[in-house]
């Protein structure tokens, strides 16, 4: 019996050329262009045949809808071109919030990969004597004088992340030959990226040494034998061993580097260029500190707490990274001039100590008590009826695989909804014009101004308004 009926609504659709037709949907297609118009039209008329042979949709509601058939079409317009990568607010106080694209930017980095961008340049083309250029050199001498000091001749290269740079100094290094690693460090991190897999990807023999808790000096030197041909030092970028535990200090393997002339590499992942002490971190290596102590080459990231873009960067040894260097891989994994653009601009200001003009090194140095004054204002304009506001203490976290354990004192704002789950707040915070990434524990909502932006705290408190129960008086 409701077969016939879905067949008199179905034909009330319009076809979709008919739609064309409207002159608000001319006026579209002017704007937009006939391709996306008509796609946005069949999408619409596709949603409401849906409705229709499901039964949601009866004459009246039809005619309804039929009226409002621009609006639908503009609106599934604008839904289809609109960006899938947009900005976020980062409200969970995760400064390296892998999901949300680790470090953000200086305003000198993007000024400098627009410059870059918009025009031609100097890429691979030396200005000086008028022929071709290397890449390298555009941050090489940043590199060089930061790390001055650390080796005679030390060297650096970029490529695309950390993992190629594993991938890249393995390939090199000890292709169809052993690399002693601790079982303790045979880590995984985001996206199942595993230790192993990547050795067997670079053609190199994971050789397994100690146990997963205690690992001996006496472990390595047993394990070399004329096929060995690093040894690698992974950072435990995500997790922590404690108790019955035993490794290696840095300098016993160097030492043993040395005496069986077996290059040392590690893993650093994080990469830090200042001394994470100001900022009450201990235990934590810099690059620097690394290089000094003897390994030969560091392997770490451009966007975690170096502070710049994503890239993967591997300093040392001048021959070793030159071998690298010479590798056919290099040349798949090398970057871009957006890249190198927005790495030179990060480096200068480390040159230069602006440590203030690095956004994730400035909300690392943030105090609590800049924070609580931020969330007082804050709580005072989202205060309203059926929203509870509290301002209690807790910690911010580095994030990105630096430091697993540190925590960041700051003064979070704790928000509930009569009427709505913390889970339901939180998404209604995401699907904000400007989207809102907080964290739920304990049945509330918990804001850390620490990694929100102050020009982001009036889009921010809009949003915070906005969320909530359905009022009566909503249209």
Do not use: W
């Not at 045979?186 to 053609?203: A, C, H, Q, W, Y």
């Not at 997790?239 to 043993?256: A, K, M, Q």
């Amino acid at each position: 019996m409701a077969a016939p009926l879905h067949s008199a609504l179905l034909r009330k659709l319009p076809p979709v050329d008919e739609v064309l037709r409207i002159p608000a949907i001319v006026t579209l297609v002017t704007l937009e262009g006939r391709i996306p118009v008509t796609d946005a039209v069949r999408s619409v008329l596709a949603r409401l045949r849906e409705a229709i042979v499901t039964g949601q949709l009866d004459d009246a509601q039809l005619e309804l809808a039929l009226g409002g058939l621009e609006g639908a079409v503009g609106k599934q317009l604008s839904s289809s071109l609109q960006y899938s990568l947009r900005p976020v607010i980062n409200a969970t106080g995760v400064i390296l919030h892998t999901n949300l694209g680790r470090a953000p930017l200086s305003a000198e980095a993007l000024d400098h990969v627009r410059q870059s961008a918009q025009t031609y340049s100097n890429l691979e083309f030396d200005l000086e004597h008028g022929e071709r250029g290397k890449r390298d050199v555009h941050v090489s001498r940043l590199f060089q004088r930061l790390l001055n000091g650390a080796q005679a001749d030390v060297f650096t290269i970029v490529v695309n992340n950390n993992a190629a740079a594993v991938l890249l100094s393995l390939n090199t290094l000890a292709e169809h030959g052993e690399v002693i690693v601790s079982r303790g460090e045979l880590v995984e991190i985001g996206g199942s990226f595993r230790i192993p897999d990547v050795m067997t990807k670079s053609n190199g023999i994971l050789r397994e040494v100690g146990t997963t808790n205690r690992t001996r000096i006496s472990d390595y030197e047993s394990a070399i034998t004329d096929k060995t041909r690093a040894f690698l030092r992974v950072h435990r970028s995500n997790f922590e061993i404690s108790g019955f535990t035993e490794r290696p200090s840095i300098d016993e393997l160097v030492d043993l580097s040395r005496r069986r002339q077996i290059p040392l590499l590690e893993d650093q992942g994080s990469g830090a260029f200042f001394d994470l002490r100001t900022v009450g971190v201990s235990g934590e290596n810099s690059v620097l500190d690394s290089l000094r102590s003897g390994i030969d080459v560091v392997l770490y990231s451009g966007d975690k707490l170096l502070g710049g873009p994503q890239a993967g960067i591997l300093s040392g040894r001048g021959d070793l990274v030159e071998r690298m260097r010479s590798n056919s891989l290099f040349r798949a994994l090398r970057v871009d001039k957006l890249t190198y653009a927005a790495l030179e601009a990060t480096l200068l200001a480390y040159v230069k100590m602006d440590h203030e003009s690095i956004p994730a090194l400035r909300m690392m140095h943030l105090s609590k008590d800049d924070i609580a004054r931020r969330a007082e204002a804050l709580a005072t304009r989202v205060a309203r009826a059926g929203m509870e506001v509290v301002l209690i203490d807790g910690d911010s976290v580095i994030g990105g695989g630096a430091a697993p354990s540190a925590v960041l004192p700051t003064k979070l704002l704790g928000l509930s909804c009569s009427g709505l789950s913390a889970d339901d707040l939180a998404a209604q915070l995401r699907q904000s014009a400007s989207p809102v990434i907080a964290r739920v524990e304990d049945g509330r909502i918990l804001i850390d101004l620490r990694t929100v932006f102050p020009e982001q705290e009036e889009s921010l408190a809009r949003a915070l308004v906005a969320v909530g129960p359905a009022r009566p008086d909503s249209p």
